[in-house]
């Protein structure tokens, strides 16, 4: 994609997956960090 949109569904689409690939580390690292902290009660 030239980073030209022309329709309002490209644009839609466009940050939609971006959101996706904010949104899945996002969550993975709050697992690691909730495992790291719950880890520490044990102790």
Do not use: C, Q
């Given at each position: 994609?030239?980073?030209?949109f022309?329709?309002?569904?490209?644009?839609?689409?466009?940050?939609?997956?971006?959101?996706?690939?904010?949104?899945?580390?996002?969550?993975?690292?709050?697992?690691?960090?909730?495992?790291?902290?719950?880890?520490?009660?044990?102790?």
């Amino acid at each position: 994609m030239d980073g030209v949109f022309y329709t309002l569904h490209d644009f839609m689409i466009h940050t939609e997956s971006i959101t996706y690939l904010l949104i899945i580390p996002a969550l993975l690292g709050i697992t690691v960090f909730w495992r790291l902290i719950a880890g520490k009660d044990d102790n």
